[in-house]
Structure formats: C-alpha cells, structure tokens
C-alpha cells in the first residue's frame, strides 16, 4: 500500500478551516506552499490575514486582506501537549 502525504493538501484543509469564507478568494498558491513546506519539516503553522482594518466591513476588507502562514513556535507547541 502506497500512502503518500499530500502536503499541499493537507495545508489547503488547515488553511481553509481558519479563514473566514468572507476571505477564503485570498488563500493563494504560495500561501499554500508556504504551509506545505511547514508541515513537511514537521511542524505546525499559524495562519495570520492582514490589512484588515476593524471595523471595515468584510466584504470591503477582504479587497484589501492579505492570507500568511507562519510556523508555530516551538515552546507554543510543547505547552500545548
């Protein structure tokens, strides 16, 4: 039996979970890499949207948001088990 992580995938499910849908059109190619890359050193990542102003509407703050993914720290980790 051949099962292959798909990485890409798997940071696309993670991805999507912690986006609002209002800003889901921002989850882009390199976002995804991005989180790929993380999860195949074996770690976990945080996912940040930016540029968003409070109080804007969403559907005008998500023209000008921005989807980053960011590897979680270490210690954030291992008090988390």
Do not use: C, Y
């Amino acid at each position: 039996m051949n099962t292959q992580t798909n990485f890409e995938e798997w940071a696309r499910l993670l991805i999507n979970r912690k986006v609002p849908n209002d800003f889901s059109h921002l989850i882009n190619s390199e976002v995804i890499h991005t989180g790929a890359d993380i999860l195949k050193r074996g770690d976990a990542f945080e996912v940040h949207l930016e540029g968003v102003p409070a109080g804007v509407p969403a559907h005008v703050a998500s023209s000008q948001g921005r989807i980053s993914v960011t590897p979680l720290p270490h210690f954030a980790r291992a008090s988390a088990n």
